[in-house]
T-cell receptor, first 111, second 115 residues
């Protein structure tokens, strides 16, 4: 059973469109992270959200942590080809000593 | 430059031939991990280490060994590789003392093929 479920698994959109990806769980977390992974590279941290209901913005990316701290979303406004990549949510090690990752959303932005 | 290095980047080997993938970080991080990444399954933690001489199993430890004799190094050992260990492997480190923002730094990955 996957601790973190991400949706959609794949997303292909035109440049300039908006999109939202989701990370859901039945567990409560003290914090949650979003990473982006580009082909041939390791994941790179985008943001950590800590407080229930928190919204963080990173240029065109908006991250929200659910009020109950069980889920999170990532919204991209006016997607660009440079946004192409695999987006991963992760939690830990406050949940024991381990890190857990979601299955990821593979985003392709078409010019 | 703060970084995590892994070697080799690519490895093709045969079933049963012992191999070691090295990992080194230069950030003085206490916590280090090994992950494998497989399509549709995401990143799964194999082993982690909270500090020198302290290692523990993650979700998928079968068939792997690790050691942490020095703070900077965390090698992954496959004593008798099998084809189901064909995967993309990542080493990562984090300063575990900063629990609210434990950013993980990842290496570039090692693509392993076992035939």
């Amino acid at each position: 059973t996957q601790l973190l479920e991400q949706s959609p698994q794949f997303l292909s959109i035109q440049e300039g469109e908006n999109l939202t990806v989701y990370c859901n769980s039945s567990s409560v977390f003290s914090s949650l992270q979003w990473y982006r992974q580009e082909p041939g590279e390791g994941p790179v941290l985008l943001v950590t959200v800590v407080t229930g209901g928190e919204v963080k913005k990173l240029k065109r990316l908006t991250f929200q942590f659910g009020d109950a701290r069980k889920d999170s979303s990532l919204h991209i406004t006016a997607a660009q080809t440079g946004d192409t990549g695999l987006y991963l949510c992760a939690v830990g090690p406050s949940t024991g000593n381990q890190f857990y990752f979601g299955t990821g959303t593979s985003l392709t932005v078409i010019p | 430059e703060a970084q995590v290095t892994q070697n080799p980047r690519y490895l093709i080997t045969v079933t049963g031939k012992k191999l070691t993938v090295t990992c080194s970080q230069n950030m003085n991080h206490e916590y280090m991990s090994w992950y494998r990444q497989d399509p549709g399954l995401g990143l799964r933690q194999i082993y982690y280490s909270m500090n020198v001489e302290v290692t523990d199993k993650g979700d998928v430890p079968e068939g792997y060994k690790v050691s942490r004799k020095e703070k900077r190094n965390f090698p992954l050992i496959l004593e008798s590789p099998s084809p189901n260990q064909t995967s993309l492997y990542f080493c990562a480190s984090t300063a575990a003392t900063h629990r609210a923002s434990y950013e993980q730094y990842f290496g570039p990955g090692t693509r392993l093929t076992v035939t």
